[in-house]
T-cell receptor
Framework: AQSVTQLDSQVPVFEEAPVELRCNYS??????LFWYVQYPNQGLQLLLK??????LVKGINGFEAEFNKSQTSFHLRKPSVHISDTAEYFC????????????FGSGTQLTVLP | NAGVTQTPKFQVLKTGQSMTLQCAQD?????MSWYRQDPGMGLRLIHY???????DQGEVPNGYNVSRSTTEDFPLRLLSAAPSQTSVYFC?????????????FGPGTRLLVL
């Protein structure tokens, strides 16, 4: 069975500083990997996803993530954060071939401080 | 397109009461699902549907029923509410079933069971 671990539940960072949100997964088969963002009192929306090919994936709002198969990681990065990036971020994994097997991590609350 | 809509936005129930959370999408998506979000636990899959007339259980189905009579609608029924069902409920949909598709989320229903 697949699982997702988000190593940090809360990440405070100052505005314009870089940030990395960590995600590790476990699965016995090939996977698809996702990062979703949830702004306060809203539903989730997709930031980016890795399906195959280049291991560096670029998403919306200047975010990017790198798939590392040997370390089973999919860390999310942004070189310079803004106040508006304050939100909860969820890493998710689905095992190839089944949308019904989408598993979410517990989430990381990113708070950008002025 | 309205995307994925959910009603009501907020609901307070007493233990033992029943209710239906409504979910509708206007994107002609095959796959629809219900998640609950609890602090520190991410999103957990309750039930899902791969098309009209077809539903199946997710990770935490106990206490919930679903049906899918049309492509657009996927209501979630709480038969006899319990305090453990206090949570935020999200409905999501996607075009395909292969696990690579983006999930589109509704804004959520916040449920308090007293």
């Amino acid at each position: 069975a697949q699982s997702v671990t988000q190593l940090d539940s809360q990440v405070p960072v100052f505005e314009e500083a870089p940030v990395e949100l960590r995600c590790n997964y476990s699965s016995s088969v090939s996977v698809y990997l996702f990062w979703y963002v949830q702004y306060p009192n809203q539903g989730l929306q997709l930031l980016l996803k890795y399906l195959s090919g280049s291991t560096l994936v670029k998403g919306i709002n200047g975010f990017e993530a790198e798939f590392n198969k040997s370390q089973t990681s999919f860390h999310l990065r942004k070189p310079s954060v803004h106040i508006s990036d304050t939100a909860e971020y969820f890493c998710a994994v689905s095992e190839g071939g089944s949308a019904r097997q989408l598993t979410f991590g517990s989430g990381t609350q990113l708070t950008v401080l002025p | 397109n309205a995307g994925v809509t959910q009603t009501p936005k907020f609901q307070v129930l007493k233990t033992g009461q029943s209710m239906t959370l409504q979910c509708a999408q206007d994107m002609n998506h095959e796959y629809m699902s219900w998640y609950r979000q609890d602090p520190g636990m991410g999103l957990r899959l309750i039930h899902y549907s791969v098309g009209a007339g077809i539903t199946d259980q997710g990770e935490v189905p106990n206490g919930y029923n679903v049906s899918r009579s049309t492509t657009e609608d996927f209501p979630l029924r709480l038969l006899s509410a319990a305090p453990s069902q206090t949570s935020v409920y999200f409905c999501a949909s996607s075009y395909g079933l292969a696990g690579a598709e983006t999930q589109y989320f509704g804004p959520g229903t916040r449920l308090l069971v007293l």
